[in-house]
């Protein structure tokens, strides 16, 4: 049998891809990983979380500047917006990231290969470069991690300009006086942030009668107080009728989700459609091996990441569970170390989820909704950052702690907290849940004062016995 040329392929170089071509030549692995894009990174890098991050950070420095330096005796004259330049330093930050992930390819020996993989058959990818000249590549294993898409309304075709998906809204070359935004998901939330601060009018459309499906239902319902209290106008409850392009901008025809209520028309400079992603599989070539998407478009495979077609494994966006970087990573790292032959489990019960508003959400394992339709008896443990010493000095007062623990067992299932610097201070109870813990343990646990995370420890506390601080 003739060897093949690598012993393991990776199709796709975002945080799945990229980690899991890292982690399989640190094994001793000959790898590849076939990128189409120009640069690594994938959508999380380039078009995704990364250029967001960047947005919000420097749109919430523009709205403390405008609104929040008074109330610590600084005193500034008017700022003055310059976008392009904002949205320069944007591109340079995942430029910069991206030119590392090439760096740490080149350390580990993982060859970069750019162009778009196919599928040829069983251990075969046909890679076609830029220039439209071919190369097909062997391989034992080979990983697909090509991520996903924005999803679109039917009949609704992103133009970017006036039409937007995610990619679009982060790369403006001017603040819409009036942006409306459809689904009031974590990227609509996030994107609708960063355009309100900025100066923009924003509406948020989501056909739910709550914001952020899925999120705890307590945290959710604070959070849109605030980000109304900040500006962003609601309307829950609507679907999305038809979106038309105008000479001056865009029309948004919603009526009520249930029934035929009256049509009321939105009008605005733009449209961000951001009801969710989808699986990205098209011209991959999965007919060749065999295999056929599931009915929500996944690669469907088994609980180690395997596809039904032996030597072809699936990860990140294109399979089953939540379509975050971090996930992808874990299963990138979980399949590198399968393939070498070692154990690797990748545990989705504590996989954390942020939502970068002001203030931020964060949550890790199963809502109190969702353990309540299980019948499951739990504790409810709050503290609100309110009382909290090191929010108090900051000025960052709104949100709270919510630990859930089994009533008869003490151990942690659930954390949700909205409030500054939630993403951090989820990675604690993350980290806690991993190895069993209860409430009590984490009580127990000394925490530094004056910290937000006695927040955590004072949630904790109230899950078990009593909070000392309120």
Known sequence: MTQPDYDVVVVGGGPGGYVCAIAAAQRGLRTACVEARDRLG??????GCIPSKALLHSSHLFELARQGLADHGIE???????????????????ADLTRGIAYLFRKNGVEHVHGHGRLSGPGRLT????????????????????????????????DEERILSSTGALSL?????HLVVVGAGY???????????LGARVTVVEYLDRILPGTDGE??????????????????????????????????????????????????????????????????????????????????????????????????DVVRGPMLAHKAEEEGMAVAERIAGGFAPVDYGVIPAVVYTAPEVASVGR?????????????????????????????????????LADAASDRVLGCH????????????????????????????????????EEAVKEAALAAFAKPIHI
Do not use: Y
Not at 173 to 177: H, I, M
Not at 272 to 288: N, S
């Open 42 to 47: 994938g959508t999380c890098l380039n078009i």
């Open 76 to 94: 500034v004259g008017v700022p003055r917006l310059d976008l392009a330049r904002m949205m320069a330093r944007k591109d340079r930050v995942v």
């Open 127 to 158: 890679v076609t470069a830029p220039d439209g000249s071919t190369r097909t590549l062997t391989a034992r294993s080979i990983v697909i991690a090509t991520g996903s898409e924005p999803a679109t309304l039917p009949g609704v075709e992103f």
């Open 173 to 177: 070359d001017r603040v819409p006086d």
């Open 187 to 197: 990227i609509g939330l996030e994107l609708g942030t960063v355009w309100r601060r």
């Open 219 to 316: 945290v959710a319902g604070q959070l849109q107080r605030i980000l109304a209290r900040q500006g962003l106008v609601f309307r829950l409850g609507r679907r999305v009728e038809a979106v038309e392009r105008t000479a001056e901008g865009v029309r948004v025809a919603i009526r009520p989700s249930a029934g035929e209520g009256a049509v009321e028309v939105l009008e605005g400079d733009a449209v961000l459609i951001a009801i969710g992603r989808r699986p990205f599989v098209a011209g991959l070539g999965l007919e060749t091996v065999g295999l056929a998407p599931d009915e929500r478009g996944a690669i469907p495979v088994d609980e180690e990441l395997r596809t039904p077609v032996p030597g072809i494994w699936a990860i990140g």
């Open 367 to 403: 809502t109190q909704e969702e353990l309540q339709s299980s019948g499951i008896d739990v504790r409810v443990g709050k503290f609100p950052f309110s009382a909290n010493s090191r929010a108090r000095t900051t000025g960052d007062t709104e949100g709270f702690v919510k630990i």
């Open 417 to 452: 907290i909205l409030g500054p610097e939630a993403g951090i201070l989820v990675a604690e109870v993350a980290m806690a849940m991993a190895f069993g813990a209860t409430s009590e343990d984490i009580a127990r646990t000394c925490h530094a004062h004056p910290t937000l």
